[in-house]
T-cell receptor, first 113, second 112 residues
Framework: EPEVTQTPSHQVTQMGQEVILRCVPI?????FYWYRQILGQKVEFLVS????????KSEIFDDQFSVERPDGSNFTLKIRSTKLEDSAMYFC???????????FGSGTQLSVL | SQKIEQNSEALNIQEGKTATLTCNYT??????LQWYRQDPGRGPVFLLL?????KEKRKERLKVTFDTTLKQSLFHITASQPADSATYLC???????????FGAGTRLFVKA
């Protein structure tokens, strides 16, 4: 069965450093998402991406965050200057159509020291 | 304010019994509602979707109901097994939106 793949599975970085989290969504999917989950808390929406542009973003997704789909297969989340509170599991997800189910990747555990 | 509420306390049941999980939402009018399963350290996995014109949906041992008047969905696992132990998330897409919003989830423990 096709799946969403995320790399790396773990990322440790120093506060203030830039990180790029990478995702390869399922190939025929059209809608792409990033979510995050702080340990013990709920899965929170960050951003949705459709037709090569951001379709919706949350209050969390401030100017420190950006997303790109550079080559038609990869979907990346960049955090320009990481803060301690950015430590979380980051999930990429995709779907074929807006009224369908989300397929999630296994996540990238980001630790900011 | 808009909320999706699930029982925050863990649900402990004996193997073979039916587990019932509740999801209530406030100030949303979703066209459909979804349930996902999440295991520790893993991404959510889709289980079932129920639309506003459907009262009940079944898939193997799973059953979901959707009451748009009560603004509530119930999720049942019949003949529960220890392998069903996980966190179950209720989710919806606000009308006209692109994002799926998740509840905090209910942790289910099934004892052998």
């Amino acid at each position: 069965e096709p799946e969403v793949t995320q790399t790396p599975s773990h990322q440790v970085t120093q506060m203030g450093q830039e990180v790029i989290l990478r995702c390869v969504p399922i190939s025929n999917h059209l809608y792409f998402y990033w979510y995050r989950q702080i340990l013990g808390q709920k899965v929170e929406f960050l951003v949705s991406f459709y037709n090569n542009e951001i379709s919706e973003k949350s209050e969390i997704f401030d100017d420190q965050f950006s997303v790109e789909r550079p080559d038609g297969s990869n979907f990346t989340l960049k955090i320009r200057s990481t803060k301690l509170e950015d430590s979380a599991m980051y999930f990429c997800a995709s779907m074929t159509d807006i009224n369908e189910k989300l397929f999630f990747g296994s996540g990238t555990q980001l630790s900011v020291l | 304010s808009q909320k999706i509420e699930q029982n925050s306390e863990a649900l402990n049941i004996q193997e073979g019994k039916t587990a019932t999980l509740t999801c209530n939402y406030t100030n949303y009018s979703p066209a459909y509602l979804q349930w996902y399963r999440q295991d520790p350290g893993r991404g959510p996995v889709f289980l079932l979707l129920i639309r506003e014109n459907e009262k009940e949906k079944r898939k193997e041992r799973l059953k979901v109901t959707f009451d748009t008047t009560l603004k509530q969905s119930l999720f049942h696992i019949t003949a529960s097994q220890p392998a069903d132990s996980a966190t179950y998330l209720c989710a919806l897409v606000p009308t006209g939106g692109f994002k799926t919003i998740f509840g905090a989830g209910t942790r289910l423990f099934v004892k052998a």
